[in-house]
């Protein structure tokens, strides 16, 4: 729940933008201006995730997401409140600023408390709960106007995020990091997971900077960290976030004769839908046929919304944008969408997962920001069907790249996937490092 407040901003921005180019707030914004209110989010969780990594080895993931439900809160307030332009991008930094730890930490709490056998499932989990917030911002929108909408699914977002994190312990490998042994008996305890085997420390620095970066230089270790990184740039390219938060106004743009809001709604269930289905599928049909039809999919279906806006005979099928655009849509998750996180957390090597994985993050959401502030400009210049054909080329690349490079790791340990990246013919001594919870071998399984 702790992604709410991220996906909240999500819903909220659009919404606000969308009635307020409607004359419903009582001020006008310019097309710049409507541009800038989106991506604030964007801005603000990209300053949040860089420091999130620094805020979670000082007070843990859990002591890191629980506090700053406060600011958030009180950026959404801003928001409610403002009456201009300036005040309502202040509050939208503020909320994209607080929000942005939770959006980085949710993915090491979940990995620190889940036993092995439920870590890919709970590893999508968030991306169904976060669909669901975006859904109760826009149905909000209906009823209320933006300011409403802004608190109460504010204190929607923040109330039930607390007491749950109030109830729940900090992670027992936070715990063990910082000398605190009898406190991580008892977390272990209370998530019914092993103690990690991790031997206490009265430090919080864990892996220096020059060794980590001496573990980067290696094949082993940077070949999964650039392939992740390809991954998430494919993601954020792709389409789907510039979409979304545009989703009132784009939809409109494309000439639907639905309401917007009825199909932006529609557009999360489909997600929803399709992330609990990838949840079951993922162990049983494995990482790369998810991400292959996936992506072909997208493809397909972009390459005829485009088509939609070129070929003047299409013009009889009036539905044929709308359906393209929700087959693509429904295609993304199924596998590009929610699929790479849960490569990234198998592939990245435990002894990198803070730091390369706060990196990871911290470059999703910059590309993503780039993305989502191109997409308007692109628009006027390209036209709906030249902005698909591109977005068409990013699927097509994605499609490359995974069966190209990707591998499978269904069902393999993490000591084995590390191994898919090593030269044969390299010789290595194991690197002391942090310490990794139970599931997480550092070592092949017999």
């Not at 669909?131 to 106007?145: A, E, N, T």
């Amino acid at each position: 729940m702790a992604v709410g407040g991220w996906a909240v901003g999500i819903g909220i921005g659009s919404l606000c933008v969308d009635q307020l180019s409607r004359g419903i707030g009582g001020f006008v914004l310019t097309e710049e201006q409507q541009v800038w209110i989106v991506t604030s989010n964007y801005i603000g969780t990209v300053a949040g995730s860089a420091v999130a990594g620094k805020l979670s080895k000082r007070f843990g993931a859990r002591n890191t997401m629980l506090w700053c439900c406060v600011p958030a809160v009180a950026g959404f307030i801003v928001t409610a409140f403002a009456k201009c332009y300036n005040t309502l991008l202040i509050g939208r930094l503020i909320v994209g600023l607080f929000s942005g730890p939770a959006f980085v930490l949710h993915v090491f709490y979940i990995s620190a408390v889940a036993s092995p056998q439920y870590r890919g499932f709970l590893a999508l989990l968030p991306d169904i709960v976060y669909m669901v917030y975006v859904i109760l911002s826009l149905v909000l929108g209906v009823y209320f106007p933006w300011w409403w909408a802004a608190i109460i699914s504010a204190a929607l977002f923040a109330l039930p995020t607390a007491v749950a994190l109030l109830i729940a312990p900090s992670d027992p490998v936070y715990l063990l990091r910082t000398g605190r042994l009898s406190e991580a008996k008892k977390a272990a305890k209370f998530f019914g997971v092993p103690l990690p085997d991790l031997a206490p420390t009265t430090t919080e620095e864990g892996v220096s900077h020059k060794s980590t970066w001496t573990l980067v230089k290696q094949p082993r270790h940077y070949r999964p960290l650039l392939l992740s990184a390809a991954l998430l740039l494919g993601v954020a390219f792709c389409g789907y976030m510039a979409v979304l938060s545009y989703s009132l106004v784009f939809l409109r743009t494309l000439g639907s004769t639905l309401d917007a809001t009825v199909v932006s709604v529609l557009l999360c269930v489909i997600r929803i839908v399709a992330v609990g289905l990838v949840s079951v599928l993922i162990d049983r049909l494995g990482r790369r046929v998810l991400l292959l039809f996936s992506a072909a999919g997208m493809t397909a279906s972009y390459l005829a919304l485009a088509a939609y806006f070129y070929i003047p005979s299409l013009a009889q099928f009036t539905h044929m944008p709308l359906l393209a655009l929700i087959l693509a849509i429904s295609f993304f998750c199924m596998g590009v969408g929610p699929v790479p996180w849960c490569v990234i957390g198998e592939i990245v090597p435990a002894r990198l997962s803070d730091a390369g994985g706060a990196a990871l993050v911290l470059f999703y959401n910059i590309t993503s920001l780039i993305g989502v502030q191109v997409f308007p400009p692109l628009l006027a210049a390209l036209g709906i069907g030249g902005v698909f054909a591109a977005h068409a080329g990013v699927t097509g690349a994605i499609l490359l790249l995974v069966a190209a490079a990707v591998p499978e790791t269904r069902g393999l340990s993490l000591q084995q996937i590390e191994e898919l990246f090593e030269d044969k013919d390299e010789e290595y001594t194991l690197v002391t490092a942090v310490g990794t919870p139970v599931g997480y071998s550092t070592f092949s399984e017999s």
